[in-house]
């Protein structure tokens, strides 16, 4: 019975925080997806920066 309560009391202060959660966010915020690179500023579309990414070939040499 205990563990009941302590689920009901953990979801309760789940929905709690994502309603606050939803309530701040602006409704013209984009989902999350960064459209430049952090580090050089390049328009990478939520990719992968082909400036910065540090790709070596080595073909298991």
């Given at each position: 019975?205990?563990?009941?309560?302590?689920g009901?009391?953990?979801?309760?202060?789940?929905?709690?925080?994502?309603?606050?959660?939803?309530?701040?966010?602006?409704?013209?915020?984009?989902?999350?997806?960064?459209?430049?690179?952090?580090?050089?500023g390049?328009?990478?579309?939520?990719?992968?920066?082909?400036?910065?990414?540090?790709?070596?070939?080595?073909f298991?040499?």
């Open positions: 019975m205990v563990l009941v309560w302590i009901i009391a953990v979801g309760i202060l789940l929905i709690i925080i994502l309603i606050v959660k939803a309530v701040k966010t602006p409704s013209r915020d984009v989902v999350g997806i960064d459209m430049h690179c952090r580090k050089c390049i328009k990478t579309n939520g990719l992968k920066c082909p400036r910065c990414e540090k790709r070596t070939q080595s298991g040499v």
